[in-house]
């Protein structure tokens, strides 16, 4: 089965920094829905085109295709030996929809990674200026926020109910020590 494991944490939270480089040190694959619907928007695939004006507003593509595209990936042999997943599941009705798929309470480990709102918008809005990301504007920012409060945080109850310990990990701190902290907690494991 391999290593399962989850990231949670709110947008700007370095979730994808760290998942790739973490997925790179345990030769897993990073799967990041985020990076799979934007690459979907730039091939202008049917999905990209649903999910465009979406993603702009900060607003969740619908369960549906987004549980189909992991869905379809999880499939793919590099995954059958473990995986990390980076934005997905967002929403308890993924989280229900993977556990499903993968079988509840096989998910090894679900690391959240936090920072506070401020530190969290400030670095969205550099990300706007490095990336030209276009839903890294303050107001898209906002609402990705309070979408994370509502519909992804409850996973952080979630998966603890269904026997997936959830270990928190401070994001503020360079990358190299937001890593080490990862590590340190994963080997506790
Ligand atoms: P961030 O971590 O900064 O929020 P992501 O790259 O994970 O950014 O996601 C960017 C956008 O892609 C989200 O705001 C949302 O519109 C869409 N998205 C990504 N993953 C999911 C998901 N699991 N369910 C629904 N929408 C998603």
Same mark, same amino acid.
């Given at each position: 089965?391999?290593?399962?494991?989850? #990231? $949670?944490?709110?947008?700007?939270?370095?979730?994808?920094? /760290? *998942? =790739?480089? &973490?997925?790179?040190? !345990? %030769?897993?694959?990073?799967?990041?829905?985020?990076?799979?619907?934007?690459?979907?928007?730039?091939?202008?695939?049917?999905?990209?085109?649903?999910?465009?004006?979406?993603?702009?507003?900060?607003?969740?593509?619908?369960?549906?295709?987004?549980?189909?595209?992991?869905?379809?990936?999880?499939?793919?042999?590099?995954?059958?030996?473990? #995986? $990390?997943?980076?934005?997905?599941?967002?929403?308890?009705? /993924? *989280? =229900?929809? &993977?556990?499903?798929? !993968? %079988?509840?309470?096989?998910?090894?480990?679900?690391?959240?990674?936090?920072?506070?709102?401020?530190?969290?918008?400030?670095?969205?809005?550099?990300?706007?200026?490095?990336?030209?990301?276009?839903?890294?504007?303050?107001?898209?920012?906002?609402?990705?926020?309070?979408?994370?409060?509502?519909?992804?945080?409850?996973?952080?109850?979630?998966?603890?109910?269904?026997?997936?310990?959830?270990?928190?990990?401070?994001?503020?701190?360079?990358?190299?020590?937001?890593?080490?902290?990862?590590?340190?907690?994963?080997?506790?494991?």
């Amino acid at each position: 089965m391999g290593r399962r494991i989850v #990231f $949670l944490g709110p947008p700007g939270a370095g979730k994808g920094t /760290q *998942a =790739e480089r &973490l997925a790179r040190a !345990i %030769g897993v694959p990073h799967i990041s829905t985020g990076v799979m619907l934007r690459q979907n928007v730039a091939d202008g695939t049917d999905l990209g085109l649903e999910a465009q004006a979406i993603m702009a507003a900060g607003e969740l593509v619908p369960d549906d295709l987004v549980v189909a595209m992991v869905d379809e990936r999880l499939g793919q042999d590099d995954a059958a030996c473990g #995986f $990390l997943l980076d934005g997905f599941p967002r929403t308890l009705a /993924q *989280a =229900e929809a &993977l556990d499903a798929v !993968i %079988g509840e309470g096989t998910m090894e480990i679900a690391v959240l990674l936090e920072a506070d709102e401020d530190e969290l918008v400030r670095r969205l809005m550099q990300r706007a200026v490095d990336e030209g990301r276009d839903d890294d504007n303050e107001d898209t920012i906002r609402n990705r926020l309070r979408v994370y409060r509502q519909e992804t945080e409850p996973l952080v109850g979630y998966y603890p109910e269904h026997g997936v310990p959830v270990l928190p990990v401070d994001g503020l701190g360079t990358i190299d020590d937001v890593f080490a902290r990862i590590v340190a907690v994963l080997a506790e494991h």
